[in-house]
Nanobody, 127 residues
Framework: QVQLVDSGGGLVQPGGSLRLSCAAS????????MAWFRQVPGKEREFVAA????????YAREFVKGRFSVSRDNGKNTGYLQMNSLELEDTAVYYC????????????????????WGQGTQVTVSS
């Protein structure tokens, strides 16, 4: 059984940066597809980015616009979401997720693709 623990959220001013972490146990992350989602109250969980076990990445280009990047430290079995140039609209609870196998690209953005979820970490962008 895979367990994921999110951390790294906090309060940051517009234009600032945060790095979220997703510590995994039970399986090595490099055998899983890892993703990040975010959610604000009253809205559905929204895809942010994903990284396949191969290293291939995918981003929600409609709002990421080159500001975020996903990475993985195999030695620490931890995934990261580096977020730069944060905007007010990035305020949300961010969740890491992981999926077995190699989901095809068309389902990477679908939360139901992922079997494992972190507890979420709050990111607040405010001046």
């Amino acid at each position: 059984q895979v367990q994921l623990v999110d951390s790294g959220g906090g309060l940051v001013q517009p234009g600032g940066s945060l790095r979220l972490s997703c510590a995994a146990s039970g399986r090595t992350l490099n055998t899983l597809t890892m993703a990040w989602f975010r959610q604000v109250p009253g809205k559905e969980r929204e895809f942010v980015a994903a990284r396949r076990s191969s290293g291939e990445t995918s981003y929600a280009r409609e709002f990421v616009k080159g500001r975020f990047s996903v990475s993985r430290d195999n030695g620490k079995n931890t995934g990261y979401l580096q977020m730069n140039s944060l905007e007010l609209e990035d305020t949300a609870v961010y969740y890491c997720a992981a999926a077995n196998g190699r989901p095809i690209t068309s389902v990477l953005r679908n939360p139901s693709t992922y079997e494992y979820w972190g507890q979420g970490t709050q990111v607040t962008v405010s001046s």
